[in-house]
């Protein structure tokens, strides 16, 4: 079972940027597609990006296409989601989750569909 723990949160002004990382426990972290999900207060969890099992394969919100990136290391078992211009519709907190992939490249991008989370991180954008 995969334990995820993610970092980087933190307190920016609009424009800037903030590098949340997410690190895994276990040895099977290249067999799972990963994504980032965000919470804001009185919101469903959204979807954010998510990586395919290899790193090749990427999705992202129409929210943060071109500002965000999505990236892992399979041999430090970390995911880290690259966050840039930020605006204050950004502030949420931010969740990493793990989906267990026995073959093929399926990425999933619903919360329900993933079988582990992280505690979260929060990130605040002020104007």
């Known amino acids: 079972q995969a334990q995820l723990v993610e970092s980087g949160g933190g307190l920016v002004q609009a424009g800037g940027s903030l590098r949340l990382s997410c690190a895994a426990s276990?040895?099977?972290?290249?067999?799972?597609?990963m994504g980032w999900f965000r919470q804001a207060p009185g919101k469903e969890r959204e979807f954010i990006a998510a990586?395919?099992?290899?790193?090749?394969?990427?999705y992202y919100a129409d929210a943060v296409t071109g500002r965000f990136t999505i990236s892992r290391d399979n041999a430090k078992n970390t995911v880290v989601l690259q966050m840039n211009s930020l605006k204050p519709e950004d502030t949420a907190v931010y969740y990493c989750?793990?989906?267990?992939?026995?073959?093929?490249?399926?990425?999933?991008?619903?919360?329900?569909?993933?079988?582990?989370w992280g505690q979260g991180t929060q990130v605040t954008v002020s104007s």
């Open positions: 989750a793990g989906k267990a992939i026995a073959f093929g490249d399926y990425i999933p991008r619903l919360p329900l569909s993933y079988d582990y």
């Open positions: 276990g040895r099977t972290f290249s067999s799972y597609a």
């Open positions: 990586i395919n099992r290899s790193g090749v394969r990427k």
